[in-house]
């Protein structure tokens, strides 16, 4: 779930995004470093993205390729999922 709140007295967007601990992983490793990396993050390696021909990732979930959700109790689990290296997130880009 996704929020956001306008603060004018301070100028101020705040986002905030509301989610459940099997989804924690992926919500995190998705608003963790630029756009970019996030739409990589997601896009099929096929496409020139990080992600495997036969995951899914739709509503805040990874999915496999039989329709089983994959939790992502921590960004470990996201990187592990998709069998790629942990990438540090100043390093993400």
């Known amino acids: ?13 705040v986002d905030l995004f509301l ?6 992983g992926l919500i995190l490793a998705l608003r963790t470093g630029p756009a970019e990396w996030s ?4 896009t099929k390696r ?3 993205g990080l992600c495997p021909s036969w995951m899914t990732v739709q509503d805040g979930r990874m999915w496999d390729g039989q329709g089983n959700a994959i939790d992502t109790y921590e960004e470990a689990d996201v990187f ?12 993400r880009a």
């Open 1 to 13: 779930l996704y929020k956001q709140f306008l603060f004018p007295i301070f100028g101020v967007n």
């Open 19 to 24: 989610t459940t601990p099997p989804q924690w």
């Open 39 to 42: 739409h990589k993050l997601v």
């Open 46 to 48: 096929n496409r020139g």
């Open 80 to 91: 592990r999922a998709m069998g790629l290296e942990w990438i540090e997130p100043k390093e």
